[in-house]
């Protein structure tokens, strides 16, 4: 479809998409040695329908991983998607080597169920951190839960370093 021409003022610019992702702080304990954790987090990605497939989405998730192992030094990313968004599972699954760590039930507000998915950061490229190839490792059955969420350290008690950043795609 054509598109209507951008308004006046706009400098023919428009956003198409966009991301935005957090970053958390946790303490990992192993024994009586502890560390600190940066972990990221896709609080929300999207491409407007008519520049989809094109690899937006894509190139959105590559800017905001490489800011946050670049600037923030993060250990890996989550995020949640829909179980019946099976085009965003495909691209976290199959480009972005994320894997499902759990499915939360009723996570949306209309009561569908949510994958929370992760991916390594500092994995080498095309690998799921542990030298497997995305996809090949079981997923979590439902029900199970991480051993600590992000932002959370042990007792239940939030650790965030409320670090925000984003990346938008335009239009000329």
């Known amino acids: 479809p ?21 970053m958390d702080t946790d303490i990992k304990k192993n024994g009586k040695q502890s560390r600190m954790v940066r972990r990221g987090h896709i609080t929300s990605l999207a491409v407007l329908p008519s520049f989809r497939r094109q690899g937006l989405a894509q190139g959105l998730m ?16 989550s995020l949640h998607v829909r179980v019946s968004n099976t085009g965003a599972k495909k691209l976290y699954t199959e480009t972005l080597d994320y894997d499902i760590v759990n499915v939360i039930d009723g996570y949306y507000q209309d009561g569908e169920d949510a994958y ?11 690998t799921s951190g542990d030298g497997s190839v995305p996809g090949s490792s079981p997923a979590a059955p439902t029900g199970t839960a991480p051993a600590t969420p992000p932002g959370v350290v042990e007792g239940g008690v939030p650790a965030r370093a409320s670090l925000r950043g984003g990346a938008d795609m335009r239009r000329r």
């Not at 946050?68 to 250990?75: E, I, L, P």
């Not at 998915?117 to 095309?126: F, Y």
Request: avoid cysteine; charged fraction near 20%; glycine fraction near 10%.
């Open 2 to 22: 054509q598109r209507p021409a951008p308004p006046p003022g706009s400098h023919g610019t428009e956003i198409v998409g966009y991301v935005l992702g957090r």
């Open 62 to 77: 590559d800017q905001v991983h490489q800011q946050m192992r670049t600037q923030y030094d993060a250990d890996d990313s």
């Open 116 to 126: 929370l998915m992760r991916a390594n950061l500092k994995a080498p490229a095309g």
